[in-house]
């Protein structure tokens, strides 16, 4: 095992539930008593470094791509401050004159750059370098749009208003995605960078859509209907009531401090690959799901025996109950075996899904104390206890 899968399990349980709701999301459990021992790196030296080292494309200041510029000359900006409500319309009625512009070269070198840039550490992982966590679709988006606007300024791009989305009231916004383990996400709201080029709004969402920028309509048509939404236009808020303030604001960078929002949001994107069945160092690390690797994906050697590192129900670090998620490795579809021992039980449960990291079991059993075993014919794992409440 990795030594830092041991670190990251340790802060799981604490960091699940550092955030509040979010507009993208929800509830993500209760705080542990216990905080992690873990030896801290300087991510504040690794932003400065990031900032210094701007993409091909970017502006200089002073130029088109200095930061805030590019607003078209019929531009009206608030005398003051605004709030969301106030400027909340229909997508057709939107003010978009004092959106920054930029170019189409700038918009194809951005995208490109916010998508794969590896900006970000966490201390329990700080050799390895994490992009925004554009791969946790159900939570997020606040914290994604900020660090993303946060990078274009540093690279001297015009800094990008964001593009806000709320439901109204009884109605959700939803997206299908394969990455998340239901298939589907519902939120109360969302948001992402946005910019004129061409005259046309384009949104910069990653998580929506990894192959490109968006007009704002098909990016609206992904998740929501026109008659279920209010749309604003922000300078200065992701989130919250603010809109504009009565001055700009300078974009903040992200929250890198144990359980801060970002780290929170970086800690649930591992957990979302792991559920997933998909190898995290991979996916978040050299082979993103939207790019070609220089590696093959591994396959299961049914001539081994598997292995299980842990459980689970959902990507929040909750109480195991239903469904139950076994995370380890070497699963082979169509041949490994899960038996679970306890509480008058000792049976082969029924997957409903596997992959090589991963083993799905919709069936619920009652609380209480477990033994597993996970088998390739006859190879057996080391058995784990499951804990179920």
């Known amino acids: 095992m990795r030594q830092s899968y041991v670190a990251l399990a340790s802060v799981l349980c604490v960091a699940s539930a550092?955030?509040?709701a979010s507009a993208c999301g929800g509830d993500e459990g209760a705080y542990s008593d216990r905080a992690p021992d873990i030896e801290r790196s300087d991510t504040g030296a690794l932003l400065e470094d990031a900032a210094d080292s701007p993409p091909s494309g970017a502006g200089?200041?002073?130029?088109?791509?200095?930061?805030?510029?590019?607003?078209?000359?019929?531009?009206?900006?608030?005398?003051?401050?605004?709030?969301?409500?106030?400027?909340?319309?229909?997508?057709?009625?939107?003010?978009?004159?004092?959106?920054?512009?930029?170019?189409?070269?700038?918009l194809s070198s951005?995208?490109?750059?916010?998508?794969?840039?590896?900006?970000?550490?966490?201390?329990?992982?700080?050799?390895?370098?994490?992009r925004i966590p554009w791969l946790a679709a159900?939570?997020?988006?606040?914290e994604r749009a900020e660090a993303a606007v946060h990078f274009f300024h540093q690279w001297d791009y015009p800094t990008p208003y964001f593009a806000r989305v709320k439901a109204k009231p009884r109605k959700r916004l939803v997206f299908q995605t394969a990455n998340e383990?239901?298939?589907?996400?519902?939120?109360?709201?969302?948001?992402?960078?946005?910019?004129?080029?061409?005259?046309?709004?384009?949104?910069?969402?990653?998580?929506?859509?990894?192959?490109?920028?968006?007009?704002?309509?098909?990016?609206?048509s992904q998740f929501s209907v026109a008659?279920?939404?209010?749309?604003?236009?922000?300078?200065?808020?992701?989130?919250?009531?603010?809109?504009?303030?009565?001055?700009?604001?300078?974009?903040?960078?992200?929250?890198?401090?144990?359980?801060?929002?970002?780290?929170?949001r970086l800690l649930t994107e591992w957990r979302v690959q792991e559920i997933l069945g998909r190898d995290p160092y991979r996916v978040l690390g050299d082979?993103?799901?939207?790019?070609?690797?220089?590696?093959?994906?591994?396959t299961p050697d049914p001539g081994l025996p598997p292995s299980i590192r842990r459980f689970a129900s959902d990507q929040f670090d909750s109480p195991v109950w239903y469904p139950i998620y076994i995370i380890g490795d070497n699963f082979v579809e169509g041949w490994t075996t899960v038996r679970i021992t306890g509480n008058g039980i000792d049976e082969l449960a029924p997957i409903d899904a596997c992959n090589i990291r991963r083993i799905l079991i919709s069936q619920e059993?009652?609380?209480?104390?477990?033994?597993?075993?996970?088998?390739?014919?006859?190879?057996?794992?080391?058995?784990?206890?499951?804990?179920?409440?």
Not at 63 to 86: K, M, N, T, V, Y
Not at 110 to 130: C, N
Not at 287 to 298: D, I, L, N, T
């Open 110 to 130: 951005g995208f490109a750059a916010i998508r794969d840039s590896r900006l970000l550490t966490m201390p329990e992982q700080p050799e390895f370098l994490r």
């Open 287 to 298: 082979c993103p799901p939207w790019g070609p690797c220089a590696e093959p994906e591994p």
């Open 18 to 20: 550092a955030l509040a």
């Open 365 to 389: 059993y009652p609380p209480g104390d477990y033994q597993v075993t996970v088998s390739n014919g006859e190879l057996a794992s080391q058995p784990m206890v499951l804990h179920i409440q």
């Open 138 to 142: 159900d939570n997020g988006c606040e």
């Open 60 to 106: 200089s200041p002073g130029d088109e791509g200095s930061p805030g510029g590019g607003a078209s000359a019929a531009c009206q900006l608030p005398d003051g401050p605004r709030s969301f409500d106030e400027l909340k319309g229909p997508p057709g009625s939107l003010a978009a004159d004092c959106v920054p512009t930029w170019t189409e070269e700038q």
């Open 227 to 264: 008659d279920d939404i209010d749309v604003a236009l922000c300078r200065d808020h992701a989130l919250g009531e603010g809109c504009f303030d009565a001055v700009p604001v300078e974009p903040p960078p992200p929250n890198l401090n144990p359980y801060g929002s970002m780290h929170t």
């Open 181 to 220: 383990p239901s298939g589907t996400v519902t939120w109360s709201g969302h948001v992402a960078p946005v910019v004129r080029v061409g005259g046309q709004l384009m949104i910069l969402d990653v998580a929506i859509d990894p192959s490109r920028p968006l007009p704002i309509a098909e990016w609206l």
